[in-house]
Structure formats: C-alpha cells, structure tokens
T-cell receptor, first 113, second 113 residues
C-alpha cells in the first residue's frame, strides 16, 4: 500500500448525468478528506470521515453530493444531476495524525459538458 | 474563521537563484500546524515542509526552509538554489484542531533556465 489511490483519473460526463468517484486511502489512516479544486485555485474542503463516520460537510456540498465510507475503508463521492459548475479536480487525502499533514491522491478531474 | 492568504499569484526566478514565497494566516488558536504543499503541473500534491506552531525553530528540509513569525502570523517559504523541477503551484496551508486543512489560493512558481 504505497499511497492514496483515486479512480478514475479523468471523467467526462454530460450535464445531468450522475458520476461516482472512488478513493482508497492508506490502510492505517483513519481519517479521509475530500476536497475540490478549480483551475488556478487552492483546494476547498468538502467533507471528511473518521473511520466510517462522516463528521463534517462543507456548505459547498449541495444536496446533489453524497459521500460514503463503508466499513471505514475506501470512500465514494457521488454527484447527481451534474452541472457545468461541478467541473473541477476532486482530491482525496488521508491522514493518520495531524502532525504529518495529508497524503493526497492524484485526484479525479471531472469535466461536465 | 481561519484564513490563509498568499499575496503572490505568480513568480518567476532564474535557475539557481533563491526565491521566497509569502503567506499570512489568521487564527485564534495557539497550537496548530502549518504546511507548504507543492503541486507540479498535472501531478499529485506533495508535502514540502511542515511547522509546528509551538516550536520557535524554523523548519528546514534540504533546500527548503521557512520563516515562521507566530506573532505576525506569517509563514514564508524560501527555496534556495532553485531547480527546474521546482516549477509548480505552491500552497500554504493551516491545519485546524480537527485536522482539517485550509489552503491559500497558491503561488505559481516558474523556474527559468
């Protein structure tokens, strides 16, 4: 287990379609974070999990967004009825303890056409 | 609310020169962590350097060092002997008590041959 994996790397979808992204964190990391990054901007917090519990959701996370982390392992982020404004890089990160920062995945780049 | 401000959207320096990236932050917390992350073009976000707020000594990692001024809430990154591979977006980041990271908008650094 060498890092955080995200799948797919790229996703192009038509407006109105649903999409789901997956993140596999480092196995011993109990906290998992989702961020969204638009072009030329810093990542913005969306939500995070401690084990299987979703502890916080940003106001950026509209009702069309849902995230899960069953059994405290991998996590999925689903966007329903995608809009063009959802086009962004979706980053996943995991952490064992705060002192060492996050380990990021490579991200999923979503393009809504 | 905690905020992170990077006032230099873009910088360019010649290879082998030294460059300093600025960052200020705002928080009412006394103990926290600060980070600089590097995001090369189309590549993964990686941790460059970290600083614990309760430590007065500035962190150093090879060619990378920080100037941490806690009272001024300033956390600048110095890159010595810059290399072409240092070309990237650099994000200053603050970690909150629940391990959530708040990022600045980034500084795009170009190292010129």
């Amino acid at each position: 287990d060498t890092g955080v994996s995200q799948d797919p790397r790229h996703k192009i979808t038509k407006r109105g379609q649903n999409v789901t992204f997956r993140c596999d964190p480092i196995s011993e990391h109990n906290r998992l974070y989702w961020y969204r990054q638009t072009l030329g901007q810093g990542p913005e917090f969306l939500t995070y999990f401690q084990n299987e519990a979703q502890l916080e959701k940003s106001r950026l996370l509209s009702d069309r967004f849902s995230a899960e982390r069953p059994k405290g392992s991998f996590s999925t982020l689903e966007i329903q009825r995608t809009e063009q404004g959802d086009s962004a890089m979706y980053l996943c990160a995991s952490i064992a303890g705060g002192a060492y920062g996050y380990t990021f995945g490579s991200g999923t780049r979503l393009t809504v056409v | 609310a905690q905020t992170v401000t990077q006032s230099q959207p873009e910088m360019s320096v010649q290879e082998a020169e030294t460059v300093t990236l600025s960052c200020t932050y705002d928080t009412s917390e006394n103990n926290y962590y600060l980070f600089w992350y590097k995001q090369p073009p189309s590549r993964q976000m990686i941790l460059v350097i970290r600083q614990e707020a309760y430590k007065q000594q500035n962190a150093t990692e090879n060619r990378f060092s920080v100037n941490f001024q806690k009272a001024a809430k300033s956390f600048s990154l110095k890159i010595s002997d810059s290399q072409l591979g240092d070309t990237a977006m650099y994000f200053c980041a603050f970690m909150t008590r629940d391990d959530k990271i708040i990022f600045g908008k980034g500084t795009r650094l170009h190292i010129l041959p």
